[in-house]
């Protein structure tokens, strides 16, 4: 609102400044010419009025004589013209001087007998007084009508108009033209004059002439032919004949008109004429006031700006051009039509500036804007070399000394180098940039563009080294709008079976790639919850191929679909899975045989003294055997995922008390006391079997490990959304640098105290995999020789 508010009123500034700049000199001149240009273009038209011209011309001279002409002839003239009964006689001659006596009756006498006069007047500069050169006052008799013969061309010398009188000795004189109309009794078109009582208020005004063509547009008769009687009387009844001169020289009464394009004159005669046909007709051109030429450039202005705004480019320009030749046209139409006159020039000029003055606002207004991005963008730029510029140098530095010395010269080493040398210049080369570019003050247009460039090429390097990022993953990324349109898929999806490069509908194809499932609502979800969702082992759409699949949200824009291959991981579980079958099926049924026979065997005496000590030699060792499959087992089914968790909600004190009770009698024998919290209320979401078992496992190696005469402490601590079990004990320790290793299956220390303790190195394998089944971790802290920490934790 702001903005169209703005512009009308600047519009309106710029209307008023091409108004005013219409009325300077040359435009004057502009509108003049554009004047007669648009009325030669309305075109000649054929006179409607009753006028004739009786014409003292070149061919009367010659055979009547120069001029002047003694008034005798020009008193037979008028009696000749006289006795055709015309509506009126007007005779543009001025009759101002005495001639002899003779000659001045004859002419009184011819005036006398016309009883529809007009004679000429004009005002002259006598003295620097303007007088009235009035006809000798005996032709100005009761009945002669006078009217003043004045042209009044403009100032480029070309008549175009006519005063409906003038004024002069405080005496008003109307126009020729009107009084010959009078003295006809014809009406004129027009109003001049203001009718108050009995007296007539004359307000001269102009009368802009419809000329209805070039010369000899009006009917003519030679004064020769009338003065010799070639002329039939009948040819004057009941029309206006003027009488004048059209000869050139005489009286210098010979004047450009609009239709003078090809330098020909008009004799005054012929103008009185077109006046007399211009307010017999009520043709007269009206001009349009300078308030709606003003209003006309103000709409033009506004329309353009407008224009400009909606169809910026061709469109625009192609308008703009077309609304010359339509204002030319709408000027004409007007003219030929109406006579009234729009002076087009100005609303041309309103084209020719607004055009440019519009283009040249886009260009201020987008410099500034240009000036303000850039000034953003040289503010991130800075910040950019004042958070890393300083510590690029030393870490290439390093990074070089470190090549150096840790590998050897090898064509590795070599190739690092080079990278790095081409990193080196290139960043080194970056920087110069920038500090040539910001280090400046200057930021003229050359600098704008160079900024821009500049920053136009961090922009490319920026997204190149991000394509080359996606491009050198190895997992399958394809990414979707909110739309569903898939804007982006890496190199890596061309390698699937069923890659579509423009797929109609991400959720359909991400279903077609995989196993057929449907993918719209897991797209719903991810978008409205905006959390991502991940399932494993998802069988491609060969069935061959297992991926680990996440959808993830880009805030509310879209949603991005990553593949992992997981095939060799989805092998190596179904080879666990077949391989816990094989041990439990294959491996525990003959052991059940073994110690089942070797049991009865012992049991009804069946073999001599020696052979019972081999017996219970195999009884342990089946034993033992048996018991290492179990813990093999236990880890071996959740790791295949075949034992499914079953978490339910329960207090944590009597898990331990359990727990306690089974293992009292082990610690006691080493007379190891177990410290537990009393009353322990903890609540835990966890699979209460497994827990047991892990905390078992934690506790047992506690009395392991442990000297006689120790104590072990059980503790539990919740917080920060988890539950901390804490087993502690005054062991032997482990190093530093055992203290992963122990978690590994099958790892066992190789110190004096594990030697002693049987063990299969499974216990703490178990415990770790409980723990991260769960969500949590195990970890342990240790002092050698002084004793352990063993700390589970699960989400609370
Ligand atoms: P196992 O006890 O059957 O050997 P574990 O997986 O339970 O197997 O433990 C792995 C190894 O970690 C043990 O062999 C032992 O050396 C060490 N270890 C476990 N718990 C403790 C402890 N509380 N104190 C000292 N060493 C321990």
New binding site residues.
Partial sequence: MKLVFGAVAASFFVAVAILLLSWTTYFAQLNSTAYDFTLRLAGPISPMSPTLIVAIDESSLDRIGAWPWSRDKLARLIERVETGNPRAIAVDVLLDEKKSEEEDNALAQSIASAPAIVLATRIASVNGVDRWRRPNVRFVQNHVRLGHVHADPDFDGISRRIFSAKISEAQAVRAFAREALRAAGLPEKGAFEENIGSADIIRPQTVNIRFVGDNASFRHVPAWKVLEGAVEPAAFKDQIVLIGSTAEGIDLDQWFTPFSANGQKMSGVEIHANAIETLYTGRAIAEISDVLVLVGLWTLVVLFWWVDRRFEGRRFYATAVLTGPVLVALSWLLMKYYSVWVPFPPFLAAIVLVLPGLEVGKLVRMNRDLDGKIGRLTVAALHERLASGGHRPPLQLETRQRILSELPHCSEREGWLTALDAYERESSGRDKNRKHLFGTRRHNSRWKLDAVDFFSEELMRFLSFNNAILASIEDVIIVSNAAGHVVYQNPASKRLEGYCEDPPFAPDYFTSLLDRRPFVPLFARVLSQMEPVTSEFVPGRNGRNFYNVTLSPIARAGVVLSMHDATAQHELNQAKSDMVSLVSHELRTPLTSIRGYSDMLLKYNLVQEKGKEFLTTIIDESSRLNQLIQ?FLDIAYIESGRQKMTKSEFEIGPVFKDMVSILGPAAAEKEIAIEMPDMETTRVLADRLLLYQALT??V???I???PPRTTVRIGVANGSGRVRFQ?A?Q????PADEAAK??EKF???A?K??RE???????????KEVATRHGGDVLVE?TVGE??V?TLWIPN
């Fill in positions: 813990s496992n934690l047992t190696n506690a392991k490990y442990s087993i004990d062991g032997c320790g482990i122990i978690f790892y066992r220390r110190n105290e594990t303790q049987g063990g299969f190195g499974l216990g703490l394998a178990f415990v240790s004793g352990s063993f």
